[in-house]
């Protein structure tokens, strides 16, 4: 499971990322939403390790070492991070990503036989920039489970490529319900698709409100005595005795 908790960065002037807690079981797919791109790319990149936080906590399977959790997870077209270079052929691509593959699983895997066996031939010789939103989806998300490593998967901002849903949440929705190799998915979005019935999450969902928090009780105010008020007879007596004292 990954879970997070008061998971904050701050940035130059206000919070590159607000309070957000959370967290997704394998099996699982969550859809986390914010309008801001940077907000949206600040919790990908720190959920997967990517990226320190400034401040909270984020686990994953009970350990929050970041080594266990940049080695469970992927990072998917993250804007600014590790977008489709749009000078690339999908063929470059995939040659690119296999070779980030640690070379104990790696094996021979070689772009030609791979795009082949994962149904990818017929847009091996297209440029990047020319793959449909499904398509693009298709592709980053099967190279990133060429990694049997990978348990999480964080995809930042799918919707950025297309207005219908259909282009992306099948295919993630497919990643964590499968049977065979369930994962925990995590996609930033710009706003749930209205579809949506799933495990759901905003970012700044942490962020303290003091509407939200009981009100401190303050002792009630001492009124003070009226003007010509005599002094009791104790109060007398006690400055009596400072007086006494003083000397």
Known sequence: MLFAQQLHVKGRRDDLLPPTSLSVSRGELLLVAADRQD??????????????????QVTWAGSSRTKALRLASA???????????????VRDLVTEDLALVPRRYRGALLSKPWLKVNRFGDIA???TEQLPAGKRM?????LALANPRTDLLVVDSPDRHSASAADWLPRLEALAYDGGRPLAVVATVTALPDSWTGPAAVIGNAVWRPEETPAAVEPAPTR????????RADETEAFLRETEDAK
């Not at 919790?43 to 390790?49: Q, V």
């Not at 298709?138 to 099967?142: D, G, P, S």
């Open 39 to 56: 907000q949206r790319t600040a919790l990908a990149l720190t959920i997967s390790g990517r990226m320190k936080p400034s401040g909270g």
């Open 75 to 89: 990072l998917v077209d993250s804007p600014g991070v590790n977008e489709l270079e749009q000078h690339l052929s």
């Open 125 to 127: 010789d297209l440029w």
């Open 138 to 142: 298709e592709l980053l998300t099967a």
């Open 224 to 231: 003070p005595a009226p003007m010509g008020e005599p002094a």
